[in-house]
């Protein structure tokens, strides 16, 4: 016998709400805060730099640029990669907005790849297929922290002589081929918002192996100011305290106590991205043979620390819409999410001359997915009532 859903009446799964995300702070982390705060340093001190190499010793990366949130690190990216006007960048639908926005900001045009039915990251065939003479780079996001397609874009990029740049925001801990995400693309980005893998409240980095770029991250993190003797052109200089503005910089710098936050997260970012890979394992029992749902896959050869739990709902099998299938979930008390509108379907993307249609496969794969609980926080008792609220609203709707 069905069971009777909440929305209609019938008991919740659970009492309590669950929601898709959320941090998991410990008292160490309270600690290695608090020592920061009664330190002489708030910020521009010896942690960030000290998080940068921890960084890249977890990636494997040679370099490591800190600062204030994901968004910031896409920008410098960007603007390192040497992107402006009259470029097009290449990036994905399915992403939050900041993907695109940093080549907006660089004055440069976004332009949207399509992406696979399968993994739901960008297609390298469509990639190819959107490449123009005014192309200048790609910003490939590893969507719900599943591993991009690298080989295929490397070769892409440099058959090309497009910049590789990778909005890993989902992704720190996965790895394609034995190697890590940080280490791969010419640069990649990472966030450290409260919702992602690892936090510092706001924070982001830019990982790179070159030199050159790292170089162009370290100061337009700050304003474009130069303090290395080697990098200035005004020389002989004056003295001691001189300084100068060599680009057009940002104030992008990340606190000290925020650094130390997320050192002291990166010590237990291993047992983060195992009870993931434990509950998405789970998940992957208990939806994999589920008529109705469709699961997002993973490339071969890739080991994916995923940020998001997709289900997607087939519609061939379901008498529902998402809308319903969503609110029923909400009044179980397993409040899902929407991961993501695609980008060009925003007002303000439509007003620069973007369309719906754009990207056929991202607009339908958007129209049946849900994000649902996924963080290491998370009880088995809290990934059960989730399987269970699935399950009993699946078998409700199926035909
Ligand atoms: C979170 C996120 C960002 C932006 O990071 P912030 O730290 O919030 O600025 C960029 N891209 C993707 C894919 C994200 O999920």
């Known amino acids: ?138 910003v490939a996001v590893d969507y719900a922290g599943c591993s991009i397609d690298h080989a295929a874009i490397r070769d892409i990029c440099d058959r090309h002589g497009l910049i590789f740049i990778e909005d890993a925001a989902h992704a720190i801990g996965t790895s394609d081929h034995g190697k890590m995400v940080g280490s791969i693309a010419d640069m990649t980005c990472f966030s450290f918002h409260p919702v992602k893998t690892v936090t510092a409240g706001e924070g982001g980095a830019v990982l790179t192996n070159n030199a050159e770029y790292h170089h162009k991250l370290q100061i337009l993190r700050s304003h474009g100011i130069e303090h290395e003797e080697e990098f200035m052109t005004e020389a002989p200089h004056e003295g001691p305290w001189y300084y100068e503005q060599q680009m057009l910089g940002y104030n992008y710098r990340l606190t000290d106590f925020q650094s130390a936050l997320l050192s002291s997260q990166l010590k237990r970012i291993d047992m983060f991205a195992g009870r993931r890979k434990a509950i998405a394992a789970r998940y992957d029992e208990a939806f994999g043979e589920l008529p109705g749902i469709i699961l997002q896959q993973e490339l071969p050869d890739t080991d994916s620390v995923r940020h998001l739990y997709e289900i997607r709902l087939d519609f061939d099998v379901l008498a529902c819409t998402r809308r319903e299938f969503f609110d029923a979930m909400s009044a179980e008390n397993v409040q899902c999410q929407i991961h993501y509108v695609p980008v060009y379907w925003m007002p303000y993307y439509k007003r620069l001359g973007h369309k719906e249609g754009e990207c056929p496969v991202c607009e339908e794969i ?33 035909k």
């Open 1 to 138: 016998m069905k069971e009777q859903l909440a929305i209609f009446g019938g008991t919740p799964v659970r009492s309590e709400k669950i929601y898709y995300g959320r941090q998991w702070i410990n008292e160490d982390d309270v600690k290695a805060v608090s020592e920061v705060l009664t330190s002489d340093y708030l910020t521009t001190g010896p942690r960030a730099a000290q998080l940068e190499a921890e960084l890249c010793a977890y990636t494997g990366a040679s370099y490591a640029t800190v600062c204030a949130n994901g968004t910031a690190a896409l920008h410098i990216a960007a603007m390192a990669a040497g992107i402006g006007e009259g470029d097009e960048v290449i990036t994905t639908a399915l992403t939050f907005m900041a993907s695109a926005n940093c080549a907006l900001y660089c004055g440069a045009v976004p332009v949207f790849a399509d992406i696979d039915r399968e993994t739901y990251n960008i297609d390298p065939a469509s990639i190819e297929a959107r490449i123009t003479n005014k192309t200048k780079a790609v």
């Open 366 to 398: 958007y129209r049946g997915i849900l994000s649902i609980p996924f963080y290491p926080k998370m009880t088995d008792r809290d990934v059960e009532d989730t399987i269970h609220a699935v399950r009993k609203i699946v078998e409700y709707y199926r």
